[in-house]
């Protein structure tokens, strides 16, 4: 303010008009994102076809401000216009041109990942992010070259939890839209993934007290049953009958009653097709139980159910795109607690399929409570079974969060899904399901058919999906995926993505169940 009172007085009434265009500029309500690809020569720049179209509109002043700002736009670099808008328009549009990095990118077999499309999210959240920052909360995209990852890009990097968070303090989320004349289809369908994903997150992110097995159950019902699927909340004395004694070995502990969630969506038709069953862990709470965890971060145990929701969100996704698939959801949900009546180190339980397991360490409970959904899934001869859960703390050190972990005893399966996770951008990595790791697990422990923890150092993401084995149905279709390491809070990985419960690989479980449809 001081250096304003210096200057001469026609330079103080010319810094205060452009302080006064700048606000008003910053409290508009439209903005436009369009795309540049980076290109070689001394200009450097290439507009997308609607980027062009929209140039002419504004007669060449898009390009002209472009290459007047300064170096060419690398991707997901941002610059934002004013006083960009056609002629005829009513209304101001802040215009964020945004890079694509270079043209007709493809796959990159070394990095397992559909570079084209990655860039296109990147670009999408951070032209929604640039135009955000200056409180431009109605925003409309172009396609960037791929309308459907434009839309996954934006409406991931659109949403973050806030949920408790006082109203008059909560920040007002960007709504996003398509803009362009093609590709509208594809935009509502990576909306829906987004979505989908957005939904898990939220799941995941929502303290335990205001997510018990209960809450969860209740929600997924709400929610799924207006979509046409149908969601059958099982209870304690359901559980009982089955004989999932594995699955209730972990609720004793806890005063919230367990439940186990049967969901089933008919896309394919009702007795056509063999479903695929999805299982996802759903342990609402984990404190480790007797065995209990350090307290440090220990409040991250909320999201300890992330695979249950990202069972649930990937069958919402497939019933709003009305997938042609029947899909069943198997959801056991609980507490692992410490208490007076919580299951101990060293006491044995028996599973649905009869085998007598040690409880060695009570914070292996994941494995335990999907044992029994394993087994009931055969029931459903399924075209195949996929579980889904966030079991070790191994897997996040092996990969960290760059990559779910997968075990299957089937070749094809695994190409199929790692093809999903290429053109999501949510990837996958293969680990061993060799007897080795079974033996590990079932020959520790002379009294009993399966110990829950090995006695080995080391592999323990392995020794768990050996555990898990011993509940398939041998030689039946099986995918097991550790999604420890990609299950938030922290998020460096994915630049589209805000901090928090990533409610990963949502998408890339879509994308999967569309290639089988």
Not at 113 to 118: F, P, T
Not at 223 to 234: A, I, P
Not at 347 to 356: I, L, S
Request: include cysteine.
């Amino acid at each position: 303010m001081m250096a304003l009172l210096l200057v001469r007085p026609k330079g103080v009434r010319q810094g205060i008009n452009q302080l006064r265009f700048f606000a008003h500029q910053s409290t508009m309500k439209k903005g436009l994102v369009l795309g540049v690809y980076e290109t070689e020569g001394q200009d450097g720049v290439r507009l997308t076809p609607t980027a062009v179209q929209y140039n002419e509109l504004v007669n060449g002043k898009l390009l002209e401000n472009i290459s007047l700002a300064g170096p060419k736009l690398k991707k997901a670099e941002t610059r934002v216009f004013w006083g960009l808008e056609p002629a005829e328009s009513r209304q101001h549009v802040g215009v964020a041109v945004v890079g694509l990095g270079k043209p007709n990118l493809g796959i990159n077999e070394l990095e397992e990942i559909h570079e084209g499309k990655e860039n296109v999210r990147a670009a999408a959240a951070a032209g929604c992010r640039a135009l955000d920052a200056v409180e431009i909360k109605n925003i409309s995209i172009e396609s960037l070259g791929d309308a459907e990852a434009a839309a996954e890009g934006a409406g991931l990097a659109s949403w973050f939890f806030q949920e408790f968070k006082n109203k008059e303090k909560q920040k007002v989320l960007p709504q996003v839209s398509f803009y362009g004349s093609e590709g509208k289809q594809q935009w509502h369908k990576g909306l829906i993934k987004a979505e989908a994903q957005n939904w898990a997150r939220k799941l995941a992110d929502t303290p335990a007290n205001l997510m018990t097995p209960t809450i969860f159950a209740n929600q997924v019902s709400t929610e799924l049953s207006q979509l046409g699927v149908k969601v059958q909340v099982h209870d304690k004395a359901w559980a009982e009958q089955k004989g999932m004694g594995s699955f209730l070995s972990v609720a004793r502990g806890s005063a919230e009653p367990p439940k186990f969630l049967e969901i089933s969506y008919e896309g394919a038709g009702k007795g056509t097709k063999k479903p695929i069953v999805f299982v996802g862990k759903g342990v609402t709470f984990d404190s480790g139980g007797i065995s209990i965890k350090p307290s440090a971060q220990m409040d991250e145990m909320r999201a300890d159910m992330g695979g249950a929701a990202c069972v649930v969100a990937s069958i919402k996704a497939a019933a709003q795109l009305q997938l042609k698939v029947n899909i069943v959801g198997l959801i056991p949900l609980t507490e692992n607690l410490p208490s007076g009546t919580a299951t101990k180190p060293g006491d044995v339980v028996v599973a649905m399929n009869g085998k007598t397991i040690c409880v060695d360490n009570t914070d292996a409970e994941g494995r335990l409570i999907l044992a029994d959904a394993l087994c009931y899934a055969q029931e459903f001869k399924p075209r195949l079974t996929l579980d889904i859960a966030t079991l070790t703390g191994a897997m996040r050190i092996a990969l960290g969060g760059v990559a779910t972990g997968v075990f299957t005893n089937s070749a094809e399966l695994y190409e199929n899904l790692r093809t999903a996770g290429t053109f999501t951008g949510d990837r996958v990595w293969r680990f061993p399901l060799w007897q080795h790791f079974n033996d590990a697990m079932t020959k520790s422990h002379k009294a009993v058919d399966v110990n829950n923890l090995s006695k080995s150092k080391g592999g323990g993401s392995c020794t768990a999906a050996g555990f898990l084995r011993e509940f398939v149905e041998k030689d039946a279709p099986w995918l097991h995926l550790d999604i420890a390491g990609v299950m938030g809070p922290g998020n460096d990985e994915l630049p589209y993505l805000p901090a928090g419960m990533t409610g990963r690989p949502t998408r890339t479980l879509v994308q999967f169940l569309e290639q089988l449809s």
